[in-house]
């Protein structure tokens, strides 16, 4: 239900499956992320305090993206930092995938929602558009 997708140590993806449960709380990050992705399941009747958050000046280093598949079928291909290719991943209704680092595409396979978080401000200038390698 949890699959982390890794290149010599670096975290490429992490996805959730629509299926996965547990009672509680876990975090899928490590805490140095600039993006955190969580998940909770609390009985009725259990209450976050009322709180805010510290304004903190964070630097963002690589932008980090959650996809969530709302509905439909997509297929996301995963590459290194150097443009290899890893692996391609069917994503379902419901399924998650945070992108931590390395390249990836997506395709829709049929007609898809996708909810997508990511920090910003965002500038499609910060894009960099490659040609996958193939692994020999």
Same mark, same amino acid.
């Given at each position: 239900?949890?699959?982390?997708?890794?290149? $010599?140590? !670096?975290?490429?993806?992490?996805?959730?499956?629509?299926?996965?449960?547990?009672?509680?709380?876990?975090?899928?990050?490590?805490?140095?992320?600039?993006?955190? *992705?969580?998940?909770? $399941?609390?009985? @009725?009747? /259990?209450?976050?305090?009322?709180?805010? +958050?510290?304004?903190?000046?964070?630097?963002?280093? *690589?932008? +980090?993206?959650? *996809?969530?598949?709302?509905?439909?079928?997509?297929?996301?291909?995963?590459?290194?930092?150097?443009?290899?290719?890893?692996?391609?991943?069917?994503?379902?209704?419901?399924?998650?995938? *945070?992108?931590? !680092?390395?390249? +990836?595409?997506?395709?829709?396979?049929?007609? !898809?929602?996708?909810?997508?978080? @990511?920090?910003?401000? /965002? !500038?499609?200038? $910060?894009?960099? /558009?490659?040609?996958?390698?193939? $692994?020999?």
């Amino acid at each position: 239900m949890i699959e982390q997708i890794t290149d $010599n140590g !670096s975290i490429i993806a992490t996805i959730i499956k629509a299926g996965f449960t547990r009672k509680g709380e876990q975090f899928f990050t490590p805490c140095e992320f600039s993006q955190q *992705l969580g998940y909770m $399941n609390r009985p @009725k009747g /259990y209450r976050v305090e009322a709180h805010t +958050h510290k304004q903190v000046s964070e630097k963002v280093v *690589l932008t +980090h993206e959650v *996809l969530y598949v709302k509905s439909g079928t997509i297929k996301v291909g995963l590459f290194t930092d150097a443009f290899m290719f890893i692996k391609e991943c069917i994503l379902r209704q419901g399924d998650i995938i *945070l992108l931590a !680092s390395g390249g +990836h595409s997506v395709e829709m396979v049929e007609d !898809s929602e996708i909810i997508e978080v @990511k920090q910003g401000p /965002y !500038s499609e200038e $910060n894009k960099i /558009y490659f040609k996958p390698v193939q $692994n020999v």
